[in-house]
């Protein structure tokens, strides 16, 4: 049990699972704010019933479909008024729901890249591989569509149309689509050259897309910057980004609220990529002003090694010396380059194709995840900093995903290049009720309550960032409450959902107004 105080008190204040103030100071009084539960301890000390829930790691949740836990009463010699109780779920994430179609149009191929401006405006990446197939008849018609200042052109598809700059001559790389409602989807042509076709990731800043490829695949990310994604044409390529020291790529790339670009990339050092999908138990972190150089190199961000042996390896890569022979040379007596790396024992988990984004600051990453002899799926991972490392937290899918992920309309999508997407409302799962008891009458018996009231965080977009999405607590007001000398409160969790996700507490935090003299 956490009692915040705006100055430190001796221990002694705190004592027992019950606080009375009758023998303190007026100072004391006057200085605690709130009741903060977020352990195991805290849930079990001040628990007066529990009913159908289990208390696992800090985290309240069902046992079954639903239950409820009340909590004992706190007290105050002095009547005290509440302001609001609060409530934060577990950081796993489970609540993903394939969509009915494919999110992507049509024509989008290999991995995507999924970039948000701001609301009602967002981005898909990839290679274009064709147009739809023309029924007999079909012409094209000049439309306009709402929210795009240009005459359109209509294909065969209801929901894909082409903009001017998707009528001209591919570059050989990536291409871009927009959306308005991730619904409709236009088409605007290239962005990235024929060497920079293995592109990865992007971000946006002050309106420019930054957008990184790796060069040749699998190595060192390198980045275009485009102020304009709709004429069809490439933006400047800035050259190399990070050179990186490992084997490995496949990044993403996430601002922190800060302004620093982040970089998550494979690192194949531990392990043999060739036979693990080009994926690997360690992820490298970097950190830049400036996204186009200068990379710092932290400590990983993932790292699920197993046991080195101290024995040496090596195996080929069919891109390196093909496309930058340069850089990688061939080994001798062979036409391919080869990486290094160290043996580990047991047979170990293999990640990478990175992307992420940040909710209310806590950081998720969306990768492949190739178990040891098993079948690739995607996997996430989660860490409350971007500072520190990433937890594995669950898996969902099958099939080489190469996913990335974003916020629009509303909910999150996972975006890969499987037969199928992901859709979510976000961490938070429902339903999740809550009411506040109040002792007026100060005889240790709730008076008063408030009514049950359903709470839920609600995300939204934080302007200037694409990856950052702002969390709106799950809370209820308690102005209308009486003062009073105790007060408890019941929490009431019901799994409403159809998929294997289910309401789960990690923290509440009741919260009283200043005692006035």
Not at 70 to 88: G, H, P, V, Y
Not at 492 to 507: A, F, G, Y
Request: aromatic letters at 12%.
């Amino acid at each position: 049990m956490r009692y915040h105080c705006i100055k430190k008190f001796p221990a002694f204040v705190l004592a027992g699972n019950l606080l009375c103030l009758a023998s303190f100071s007026c100072l004391a009084k006057k200085e605690i704010s709130s009741l903060l539960l977020n352990s195991t301890e805290d849930w079990k000390n001040n628990a007066q019933k529990i009913d159908g829930l289990s208390i696992d790691q800090g985290v309240l949740l069902p046992t079954e479909k639903g239950g409820s836990y009340r909590s004992k009463m706190i007290t105050f010699s002095s009547k005290r008024a509440a302001e609001s109780i609060s409530l934060s779920c577990s950081p796993l994430w489970e609540n993903w729901e394939a969509t009915r179609k494919k999110v992507a149009p049509k024509g989008l191929g290999d991995a995507p890249i999924f970039l948000v401006k701001g609301p009602k405006d967002y981005w898909l990446f990839g290679r274009k591989k064709g147009s739809p197939k023309k029924p007999a008849g079909f012409k094209s018609k000049k439309v306009k569509l709402e929210g795009y200042d240009v005459e359109l052109l209509t294909t065969p598809d209801p929901n894909l149309y082409v903009a001017p700059g998707g009528l001209k001559k591919s570059a050989g790389g990536y291409h871009a689509w927009q959306s308005r409602d991730m619904k409709n989807w236009v088409h605007h042509g290239s962005v990235t050259e024929s060497h920079a076709k293995w592109s990865t990731t992007a971000e946006f800043v002050d309106g420019k897309a930054y957008i990184y490829y790796d060069f040749p695949n699998d190595q060192d990310p390198h980045v275009y910057i485009d102020d304009d994604l709709t004429d069809g044409k490439p933006g400047k390529d800035m050259g190399l980004a990070f050179d990186d020291p490992s084997d490995g790529s496949d990044c993403a790339i996430i601002r922190s609220l800060d302004g620093k670009f982040h970089l998550i990339y494979e690192d194949y050092s531990p392990i043999n990529a060739n036979s693990h999908s080009w994926d690997s138990p360690l992820a490298g972190h970097a950190v830049s002003d400036t996204g186009v150089g200068d990379f710092k190199i932290l400590p990983p961000a993932v790292d699920y090694r197993t046991k080195p042996t101290g024995v040496f390896k090596e195996y080929p890569h069919p891109h390196w010396h093909k496309e930058h022979p340069s850089k990688f040379p061939a080994k001798e007596g062979t036409n391919q380059a080869y990486a290094r790396y160290e043996v580990h024992e047991p047979e170990q988990h293999a990640y990478g194709d990175w992307g992420a984004i940040a909710i209310g600051g806590r950081y998720y990453l969306v990768a492949d995840y190739h178990p040891a002899h098993q079948s690739i799926r995607t996997g996430l991972f989660t860490s409350p900093s971007i500072d520190e490392k990433f937890e594995y937290i669950g898996e969902l899918g099958r099939g080489h995903p190469d996913p990335d992920i974003g916020f629009a309309e509303g909910q999150f999508y996972l975006i890969n290049q499987t037969d199928k997407d992901y859709v979510s409302p976000g961490p938070w799962v429902e339903k999740v009720e809550v009411r506040v008891g109040v002792d007026t009458s100060n005889n240790g018996k709730v008076d008063s309550w408030s009514k049950w009231t359903e709470v839920k965080e609600e995300y939204g977009h934080i302007a200037g960032f694409s990856k950052q999405i702002k969390r709106i607590p799950a809370a209820m007001d308690l102005s209308s409450l009486p003062k009073g000398h105790g007060f408890c409160f019941d929490i009431r969790l019901s799994d409403v959902t159809k998929n294997k996700s289910k309401p789960m507490i990690d923290q509440v935090e009741l919260s009283f107004l200043p005692l006035q003299d």
